[in-house]
């Protein structure tokens, strides 16, 4: 666990420096253009480089060293934030250099993500799995609290300029934690170790892998559908909460903190209690958690209930990720993992990509005008979700939020899905051989 902690440690701090740095951008970009869609095609820029470079990603992380491979990912983020900053200083940033900078950063994002989560079965046993997916998810939430607070206060004081500045300062530290550790590589097999030949061959190992197993099958479909109603939801929550405040960014920010601190009590609870003894128990009604706090996000109108509706949902998003990570870490060989893993993240960008296509131009030029006092839609969802700016992304939002509930109950249905632990073998990287 010592050599997680340490990496866990600076790339929570290089969390906290992105999202200020994300959390700063939406802001700007609203007070630029007033779209949705403008803020959803950061989304898409950032998911549409994934699908192309993820299967390669996976045969590159299970060839390559991991550590290394995680040290360029971050170095290639701080060299664009330094870009970034020197755009906005010089006073030629555009709209466009921005959606140029997240797909670069995608890009390599996946693979340093592929990187970290592959090490994770190399450094301890499978007991372990679900306490060290409630760390990273600890990580995730409390930088959702720290990064839309301190952006929030420093925006206004320092500006872009100063909250790229410490931004570029996070990646540096992540960096150097990196650089202090060993992070131990699987053995390498002779599919491992052979030439570049049948390359094609390897990069769909990892889709032949899963598709050759109904039940890993049926998790990659739950996965894609999931990924799709909460994304969709979520690239228009922000513009969503600004419309129906009047612009009101500390609102936004406390949105935010809540759901870290959902997310952080959900980490405490999930490591406390160890979860469901069933796993796919805890991503079912994880799913379902989620999604009933949502639509109660979707149906008010006031932060009263924004609030703890954001909490709630995002108390289960631990217990949901965990028992994910969980069974796909157990389930399949680490020696392909990298492969495997792709292929989950090509299906899951692929869904959010498509999410962030149609979310914003359904909301800017279908739902938005239909739901205006004199809009089509008005006289039947008006008494629900009022009328103006913002309802119209309100009935999205909660179109969404009962598809992902619809979702979660579903699975239940499908053996493959509800009994995928007993159906399928375990794997255990402590027995696979480690270099």
């Known amino acids: 666990m010592r050599i997680f902690i340490i990496i866990w440690l600076g790339q929570t701090v290089s969390l906290i420096g992105s999202g200020m740095t994300g959390f700063a951008f939406t802001i700007w970009v609203w007070e630029l253009t007033h779209q949705v869609t403008a803020i959803t095609l950061f989304g898409l820029f950032a998911q549409l480089p994934q699908m192309l470079i993820a299967p390669i990603a996976g045969l590159i992380v299970d060839r390559w060293n991991r550590k290394y491979l995680m040290i360029a990912g971050d170095t290639v983020s701080g060299i664009l934030a330094i870009a970034v900053l020197l755009l906005y200083s010089t006073s030629h940033l555009q709209l466009w250099h921005l959606y140029v900078a997240v797909a670069i950063q995608g890009t390599f994002g996946v693979v340093q993500e592929l990187a970290y989560s592959t090490s994770i079965s190399m450094m301890m046993p499978k007991q372990h799995y679900s306490r060290v997916s409630s760390l990273r998810f600890l990580a995730d939430y409390g930088s959702s609290i720290i990064a839309p607070t301190l952006a929030g206060i420093l925006y206004s004081v320092i500006g872009l300029v100063g909250i790229l500045f410490i931004d570029i300062v996070t990646f540096v530290f992540a960096v150097t934690t990196i650089l202090g550790v060993h992070i131990p590589q699987p053995s390498m097999t002779t599919v491992n170790t052979q030439t570049f030949t049948n390359w094609k061959q390897e990069i769909y190992l990892g889709w032949h892998y899963i598709a050759v197993r109904p ?3 049926a998790m990659l479909v739950l996965a894609f559908a999931f990924t799709f109603a909460y994304d969709f939801g979520l690239s228009i929550s922000s513009p969503m909460v600004l419309a129906l405040t ?10 935010a903190s809540a759901a870290g601190i959902g997310g952080i009590v959900g980490v405490l609870l999930t490591t406390t209690w160890g979860g469901f003894k069933r796993r796919i128990d805890g991503v079912l009604l994880g799913i ?25 949902s995002s108390l289960n ?6 028992s994910c990570d969980a069974i796909w870490l157990t389930k399949v060989n680490p020696q392909i993992q990298g492969r495997v893993f792709a292929t989950l993240k090509v299906v899951t960008v692929v869904a959010s990509a498509v999410a962030y296509l149609i979310a914003g131009p359904l909301a800017d030029y279908i739902f938005e005008p239909a ?13 629900i979700f009022g009328t103006g700016k913002g309802s119209g992304m309100a009935v999205l939002y909660f179109i969404c939020s009962l598809g992902m ?11 493959t899905l509800r009994d995928v632990e007993t159906i399928l073998p375990d794997y255990d990287a402590t027995t696979a051989g480690q270099k």
């Open 215 to 217: 039940s890993l099958f």
């Open 246 to 255: 009047g612009n009101n960014t500390k609102i936004l920010g406390t949105l």
């Open 288 to 312: 379902i958690g989620v999604s009933l706090g949502k639509i109660v996000f979707g149906i008010a109108k006031t932060p009263l209930i924004w609030i703890p509706a954001q909490f709630c």
């Open 317 to 322: 998003f631990p217990i949901l990720g965990s």
């Open 371 to 383: 739901m205006m006092p004199d809009g089509s839609l008005a006289p039947i969802l008006g008494w």
């Open 405 to 415: 509930l619809l979702i979660g109950l579903s699975g239940y249905a499908f053996r």
